[in-house]
């Protein structure tokens, strides 16, 4: 009988997270319910929290410089910030597991004008409860309507086409508010 070789096995073990990746990466459209509560300082210092967002549409995004699908994304994500802001929409970014200045030169090189706040064990712990399983992966995003109600959860990476549709479902006037 012939064993395992550690490339195959890790080979295996790949496929195995790209496939539990694929299947949990769709957004989550349970029952809305009030977003969370957070706030932290702006990877400049400002102080930042989600109450200035009242009234308006946003998506939490929780990403990394390193990370190939959060880069892959950003620059969709600009480009519907820019699109949306003026129509009350902003995104939030969430760094994970970076230091300060390399957030600071990916934001400058990318063009990012929305808030980014560094991660905290709090800020994780405010927004894991509301993903199943909790963040255990990244890019994952939290979508907001402008009522303050969290409509939906996204793991993995997404394309402008999906942001906007996000970001659509986000503004869209609520039957009886």
């Given at each position: 009988?012939?064993k ?24 989550a ?5 009030a ?5 932290g ?10 109450s ?6 946003y998506?939490?995004?929780f990403?990394a ?8 994304e ?11 802001e ?6 939030v ?11 600071q ?5 990318s063009g ?21 399983g909790g ?5 994952t995003?939290f979508v ?7 409509i ?5 990476g997404?394309?402008q086409e ?7 479902q ?7 508010k």
């Amino acid at each position: 009988m012939k064993k395992f070789t550690p490339s195959f096995a890790a080979i295996c073990l790949a496929l195995v997270l790209f496939a539990v990746q694929a299947t949990v990466s769709g957004t989550a459209r349970a029952a809305s319910v009030a977003a969370p509560s957070f706030s932290g300082k702006t990877v400049d210092g400002k102080p930042f929290s989600s109450s200035s967002l009242k009234g308006k549409g946003y998506i939490v995004n929780f990403f990394a410089t390193w990370c190939p699908p959060c880069r892959a994304e950003i620059p969709d994500m600009v480009e519907v910030q820019k699109k949306y802001e003026k129509k009350g929409f902003t995104f939030v970014g969430i760094a994970v597991n970076e230091t300060l200045p390399k957030v600071q030169n990916f934001m400058k090189s990318s063009g990012i004008t929305y808030p980014v706040l560094m991660a905290t064990p709090e800020l994780i712990r405010t927004f894991s409860g509301y993903a199943a399983g909790g963040i255990s992966g990244i890019p994952t995003s939290f979508v907001v309507d402008s009522s303050g109600q969290l409509i939906g959860v996204v793991v993995g990476g997404r394309s402008q086409e999906a942001f906007e549709q996000m970001v659509n479902q986000a503004l869209k006037p609520k039957a009886g508010k």
